[in-house]
Every structure is written in structure tokens, then in C-alpha cells.
């Protein structure tokens, strides 16, 4: 019988592998001539978006090999940044699939569950991946079980302090909208 924690971890891996398949497959959309479009992420443009997810990976990569986040800004790769994300997202999967995978991890060296930090990654990936979309002028909904898992965790991991700022205030969208609609409206994305 798995424990409590150990359910947790596994289920938050599992949710983070499917929001970062959900973002592998709006990278499909980016071609070199849209890096310059901009996002729904105010201040960024795709390019910007595509390192910003880069050093998300990279920190959750951190994560599972090392049971620390340093928050340290990796070098990017500039000239094909699809594929520096691709490849940072496999290093990434594999690394969580690892045995030895630690329980907790030190987030600027405060503890915080490995499920936890999965689950805040897997918000912000699927998020992002949607982000990547639409600069990319694609509707691409994030599949409907997966937005009911994060909009369940979303108030979780963004609080009153992070508006304006990480996220713009969340808009209001009928409570019989789609777990995409408000997942997206939650996070201040009119979808």
C-alpha cells in the first residue's frame, strides 16, 4: 500500500507530465517569425514566454535531482528556443521518473512536499503552454480533466499578493463556463 505522501508526489508527477505534454504539443505551433508576437503574459513576448518556461523547467529539474531550487537564471538557448524548451522538458520527465526522487525539496531554503512543488509547476506549465497558443494565434484548450485538477489547486498557488504583478486579477466568468474558461479567467487570461 503506497502512504499518503507518497500518493501525493505521485499524483503531482503525473499531473505535471500531462501539462507538460499539453505545452510540447502548443510549442508545435511556434515557428521562428512568431517569436516576436506577444503574449498574454504582459511584458513578454514569445520569446521571452519560451525562456521564462525554460528556467521554470530548469528549477523543477533542480527539484527532483538535487532536493533544492537555487532560483538561479540558466543561460538560453537563443537560436532555437523550441527546442531548448523540448529538451530541457525531457531532462525534466526523466529526472522525476527517477527512483530516488526526494520527498521534500528546499525552495530558497524553505521545505515544500515534492507533491506540492509538482503540482504549482504543472499550474504554471499548462498555463503557459496555453500562452504559447495563443501568441501563436491558435484556440487550444487545455483538456478538460486536466483544467478541473488545476483549477482545484490554482487558489492554492496564486494568492492576493501575487496581482498585479505574476498575474493580472482574476476575471469573472460564469461558474457553468468550461474548467478552461475559468481555470484561464482565474489566472486573469480572458480565454
Given at each position: 500500500m503506497i502512504d499518503e505522501g507518497a500518493a501525493a508526489l505521485v499524483s503531482g508527477i503525473g499531473l505535471l507530465e500531462r501539462a507538460i505534454n499539453y505545452m510540447l504539443g502548443s510549442?508545435?505551433?511556434?515557428?521562428?517569425a512568431l517569436l516576436s508576437r506577444p503574449t498574454p503574459c504582459r511584458d513578454w513576448d514569445l520569446r521571452e514566454l519560451l525562456a521564462h518556461l525554460d528556467d521554470s523547467l530548469l528549477?523543477?529539474?533542480?527539484?527532483?535531482?538535487?532536493?533544492?531550487?537555487?532560483?538561479d537564471a540558466a543561460e538560453f538557448a537563443r537560436a532555437d528556443p523550441v527546442a531548448a524548451v523540448k529538451n530541457r522538458a525531457g531532462h525534466l520527465l526523466a529526472a522525476w521518473s527517477a527512483a530516488s526522487v526526494p520527498g521534500t525539496v528546499a525552495v530558497s531554503g524553505s521545505?515544500?512536499?515534492?507533491?506540492?512543488?509538482?503540482?504549482?509547476?504543472?499550474?504554471e506549465v499548462a498555463v503557459h503552454g496555453w500562452d504559447v497558443a495563443q501568441a501563436?494565434?491558435?484556440?487550444?484548450?487545455?483538456?478538460?480533466a486536466l483544467a478541473e485538477e488545476?483549477?482545484?489547486?490554482?487558489?492554492?498557488f496564486i494568492a492576493d499578493h501575487d496581482?498585479?504583478?505574476?498575474?493580472?486579477?482574476?476575471l469573472l466568468v460564469s461558474p457553468l463556463?468550461?474548467?478552461?474558461?475559468?481555470?484561464?479567467?482565474?489566472?486573469?487570461?480572458?480565454?
Open positions: 510549442l508545435h505551433l511556434v515557428t521562428p528549477a523543477l529539474h533542480e527539484a527532483a535531482d538535487l532536493g533544492q531550487v537555487t532560483l521545505p515544500l512536499t515534492a507533491g506540492i512543488l509538482t503540482s504549482a509547476g504543472a499550474v501563436c494565434g491558435h484556440h487550444r484548450p487545455l483538456p478538460e488545476l483549477l482545484d489547486l490554482a487558489p492554492f496581482r498585479p504583478g505574476r498575474f493580472e486579477p482574476p463556463a468550461s474548467a478552461n474558461d475559468r481555470l484561464l479567467a482565474f489566472t486573469g487570461r480572458n480565454a
